[in-house]
Structure formats: C-alpha cells, structure tokens
C-alpha cells in the first residue's frame, strides 16, 4: 500500500528575524534616513579636523582684528559701545553663514562622488533626504556658533542664561534657514568650483549688507533697501537686541521674516530634489 502523502512541514521564524524582515513603514524609513545623513555629516565635520579649525580663523580676525583695528571709529561720535561688542553678534552669524555653505558644497561632493545617486535610489522620499541634509549642516553650524560664544567673556561680555537661550534659539533657525539656502543652491548644481564661485557671489553680499559690521541707520537709501531684502539683517538685529537691548526692527519682524525664508527655503529644496 502507497503511503499518504506527508503534509508539509510548519515552521515559524523566530520573533526576531521576523521583525528585521518586516518592512518599515515609510514613516520609520524617513525617519531612519534622516538620521543617518544627520550623523554622517556631523561624522564628517568632526573628522576634518583642518576645516573645523581654519572655519574659526576668519570669524576670530574679523572679530579681534578688524574689531580691534577699527575700535572707536566705526559708531557714531558720542556712543558708548563698544565696536567689537557691536560686531560680535554679527560674527557668530558669519560662522554660521559661512558653514551652513559647506551644507551645500557637500550635496555637490556627494553628486560628483555617485554618493548622492545611491540616496536618491535608496527608498526614501526626497524631503527626507533634504531634511537630513538641511539637519546636518544646521548642526555643524550651530557647533561653530556655540564655540564662538564662548568667546564672550574676553570682550567682557556676560549674558544673562536667559539671554543665552535666546541667542541658542536664535541661532538654530539661523542655522536651518541659511542652510536650506544651501541645499536649495547645491540642488542643480554639478561642480564644486562653480558652487563655490555662486557662494562667493551670494554669501558675501549677504553678510555684508545684513548690517554685522555696521549700523543700519544713517544708510543711503539704496543700501536700506537691500540691507531690508537681507533675511540675514533681521538674524543680526535679533541677536544683537537680545544683546544689547535696542532693535532696529521689531522682534516679531525679524522672527516672522527668518522663519518664512526657512521654509521657502526648504520647499525650493524639495521641489530641486524632486526633479533630480
């Protein structure tokens, strides 16, 4: 007599393997990839130990030097600041503006290394990529700024901690909104010679017109108005009133306006990324 056939054999994996093989939700994917290009380039930063050292170089000229060079001359007769006081603020928006350029610089390395293309392939969508991205240049720039107001109590400057926090919170949207300038910039871009050449021609107008290394009254008509169109201006002149007690606008202007240019920012980004 024929055997019947055997029935086939269950057999369950084990709880953990069974996870692991799970896909993730596309919630938790984003949320992963996120992180992950957050940590690399703050990886990055920790491990170039020349570019986190030379990028204190100029700020501490500016601010020691050229500060110290035109102390007394620069304000109007009869003030009472302090001109390196007065530009101090302004320099840790320089730090910040300058390294949340290296955000975009690293976009286009990635694109010339293949690296960027196995992102985009990679099954996350493309505000994840920007987010992470964004996060981690905002990150590096925020380090930058943090050490450089440490700075404070050789110009003999002693914030409240009340006023500290401020500055911190000033500096993160900062940080966020001039690095998603970065991206937004680095977006179409191919070379790293020629984003440096666009970053020179955008990123040094920018500072110099946001009234770091002067004061925005007494300005000729044209420059108030380019001074105005500068979403940086309105980062300088709230860390500066959180610092010295007087703005030149209004807080709920400068906060307003900063965080708008952010997210115009970030959307010009995502759209960039998009078509890539």
């Given at each position: 007599m024929n055997n019947p056939p055997q029935s086939p054999i269950a057999f369950e994996l084990p709880a953990e393997i069974k996870k692991e093989i799970t896909p993730a939700s596309p919630f938790l994917r984003?949320?992963?990839?996120?992180?992950?290009?957050w940590l690399r380039d703050v990886i990055r930063l920790w491990r170039d130990r020349i570019r986190l050292v030379g990028s204190f170089i100029q700020p501490i000229l500016f601010l020691f030097v050229l500060g110290g060079g035109l102390k007394g001359r620069v304000l109007s007769q009869g003030s009472t600041e302090n001109y390196q006081v007065f530009i101090f603020p302004g320099i840790i928006l320089m730090s910040i503006l300058f390294t949340a350029s290296f955000a975009g610089m690293a976009v286009v390395w990635d694109r010339e290394m293949g690296f960027l293309k196995e992102?985009?392939?990679?099954?996350?969508?493309r505000t994840a990529v920007v987010i992470g991205k964004i996060l981690g240049g905002a990150s590096n720039s925020l380090i930058q700024g943090v050490f450089l107001l440490a700075l404070a109590p050789f110009l003999h400057i002693y914030p409240s901690f009340a006023h500290l926090l401020l500055m911190l919170g000033v500096m993160v949207i900062v940080s966020l909104s001039?690095?998603?300038m970065g991206i937004a910039l680095s977006a179409r871009m191919s070379s790293?010679?020629?984003?440096?050449?666009?970053?020179?021609?955008?990123?040094?107008?920018?500072?110099?017109?946001?009234?770091?290394?002067?004061?925005?009254?007494?300005?000729?008509?044209?420059?108030?108005?380019?001074?105005?169109?500068?979403p940086l201006t309105y980062g300088v002149d709230l860390m500066r009133g959180i610092l010295l007690g007087t703005f030149y606008y209004s807080i709920d202007r400068d906060i307003l306006i900063i965080i708008l240019f952010g997210l115009l920012m970030l959307y010009i980004s995502v759209r960039q990324f998009q078509r890539d």
């Open positions: 984003d949320l992963r990839g996120i992180y992950t290009l992102v985009l392939v990679a099954p996350l969508s001039q690095t998603a790293s010679q020629g984003f440096m050449v666009l970053m020179n021609f955008i990123v040094l107008p920018i500072y110099f017109l946001s009234g770091a290394m002067f004061p925005l009254n007494k300005l000729p008509m044209w420059l108030s108005v380019l001074s105005q169109l500068d």
